[in-house]
Nanobody, 115 residues
Framework: QVQFVESGGGLVHPGGSLRLSCEASESIFSIDTMGWYRQPPGKQRELIAGISRLGSKNYLSSVEGRFTISRDNAKNTLSLQMDKLNSEDTAVYYC?????????WGQGTQVTVSS
């Protein structure tokens, strides 16, 4: 079963940028759609961005225009470029297939946006 390891989180000021990375333990080529999810403090985890095997992308409205998802099937990686961050983006960020498979959740990476 593929496992994911997320990295790249941290503390950033409002308006700043971060780039998150997700490494898969095996090939993601067979996974039709990969996604980034996040879980803000005290809230449920939500899907914020998805990308198909052929590169078609979809975003949650609150991040569209600020976040960019990408995948590298050859390197088995998924990335999320996050720009113009605000306090509402504070959350633990995860990658997984879409729909998500419970067994594939990693530890996530914490993103905190604060002045």
């Amino acid at each position: 079963q593929v496992q994911f390891v997320e990295s790249g989180g941290g503390l950033v000021h409002p308006g700043g940028s971060l780039r998150l990375s997700c490494e898969a333990s095996e090939s993601i080529f067979s996974i039709d759609t990969m996604g980034w999810y996040r879980q803000p403090p005290g809230k449920q985890r939500e899907l914020i961005a998805g990308i198909s095997r052929l590169g078609s992308k979809n975003y949650l409205s609150s991040v569209e225009g600020r976040f960019t998802i990408s995948r590298d099937n050859a390197k088995n990686t998924l990335s999320l470029q996050m720009d113009k961050l605000n306090s509402e983006d504070t959350a633990v960020y995860y990658c997984n297939s879409v729909p998500a498979r419970a067994i594939q959740w990693g530890q996530g990476t914490q993103v905190t946006v604060s002045s």
